[in-house]
């Protein structure tokens, strides 16, 4: 009898390899690993996170989760190794999207982590209802992007897709810059010049909050740095003139201008997305799709702020097209009907009941 259960490898078996092997295994997947490091692969075998610690050649994705420094060989490795598609969960895409481009082949990050280092601190359930962003380009093959969505789909999380640049000039903003923020105020409030337990003592609530990101590896952010030197660099030049128009506010007792600048952080810190809201009105957007490189790309980069809560590709009998089939809310339809239109595409709508 045949072997059907689902196969994937995971090179790079860290916190996040090691989730996205727990979370597969947990519905019935057959993960194997690789890693560097033979010590991390004897303890993901001893906390039953992999089936076994070689390349499967026969699985149907491998997901590289190395270093950034390390991805571009990791997935080259995974090209010639495996028949399989290929995604990596690297923090910087633009370099590494350039650097591969074999169809089978679907950057992706999961906006996703946690303060626990390495295997050890792995979990199944990281990925729920987080964001995971894939980032096709020209030559994306549409199988491996529909492969790839689905498998970011069995794991919980919600994909968006975007350029790479677009991703890499968004994530220094919102991931990069704030990991070096706290970890700067880290270090200043720890050499403060006061008693240094004393104010590590006060160092509870809002700001242990804020710098808790700080208790992360370093090793992975001095590649991150690395690769995404230009977007970080402009975001904290961006940081230093708010934070100094927040001083000069403070600085005159400028009462109105600091309530404008509070009121409208707490506005837009409230209304952040917090996944699919319960009773959603949803409805299936198609829309045909010439057969050329770089269409999915074009397609599903269109509206970064439409939430494309499901996707498959219906190949046409016809040859030549085919129809792009996407599940977004009722609510953003219209916005995205728009903007499909104004890029030559055309689309039709269908209520989900």
């Not at 995971?10 to 727990?22: D, K, R």
């Not at 076994?52 to 995974?78: C, F, I, K, R, W």
């Not at 201008?257 to 996944?275: F, I, Q, T, W």
């Amino acid at each position: 009898m045949a072997d059907t259960q689902r196969r994937a490898n995971v090179i790079g078996v860290g916190l996040i390899g090691g989730s996205i092997a727990l979370a597969l295994r947990s519905i019935d997947w057959h993960v194997s690993g690789v890693d560097a490091d033979r010590a991390v692969l004897d303890l993901a075998m001893e906390l039953n996170v992999l089936d076994a610690t070689e390349l499967d050649p026969a699985a149907e994705v491998t997901v590289v989760a190395t270093p950034v420094s390390g991805v571009v060989a990791a997935v080259q490795h995974a090209l010639a190794e495996t028949a399989g598609f290929v995604t990596d969960v690297g923090s910087v895409k633009a370099p590494i999207a350039a650097a591969i481009t074999d169809g089978r082949f679907v950057a992706g990050h999961p906006m996703a982590g946690s303060e626990q280092d390495g295997v050890a601190g792995s979990r199944p359930g990281m990925f729920r209802n987080a964001t995971w962003v894939l980032t096709p380009t020209e030559s994306t093959n549409d199988d491996a992007y529909t492969a790839i969505r689905q498998l970011v789909k069995l794991l919980g999380a919600e994909v968006v897709s975007m350029d790479p640049g677009q991703h890499d000039a968004a994530v220094a903003r919102i991931s990069h810059v704030p990991h070096l923020t706290a970890a700067t105020m880290m270090v200043m409030a720890a050499g403060s010049g006061f008693d240094d337990d004393a104010v590590l003592r006060l160092a509870a609530g809002g700001f242990r909050d804020m710098t808790r990101i700080a208790a992360g590896h370093p090793r992975i952010w001095l590649d991150i740095c690395n690769e995404n030197r230009t977007s970080i660099i402009e975001g904290i030049d961006d940081l230093i003139v708010a934070l100094q128009r927040a001083r000069d506010v403070v600085d005159t007792n400028d009462r109105a201008g600091l309530e404008d600048l509070l009121m409208g952080a707490r506005k837009a810190r409230v209304n952040l997305p917090s996944g699919i809201p319960e009773g959603l009105s949803l409805c299936e957007v198609r829309v045909t799709m010439p057969d050329r490189p770089g269409e999915l790309a074009r397609l599903t980069t269109l509206a970064p702020e439409v939430n494309i809560y499901d996707f498959e590709i219906a190949h046409s009998v016809e040859g030549g097209r085919g129809v792009a089939i996407m599940v977004v809310s009722i609510d953003d339809q219209p916005t995205f009907a728009e903007q499909l239109a104004a890029a030559g595409y055309r689309s039709s709508m269908r209520k989900i009941q």
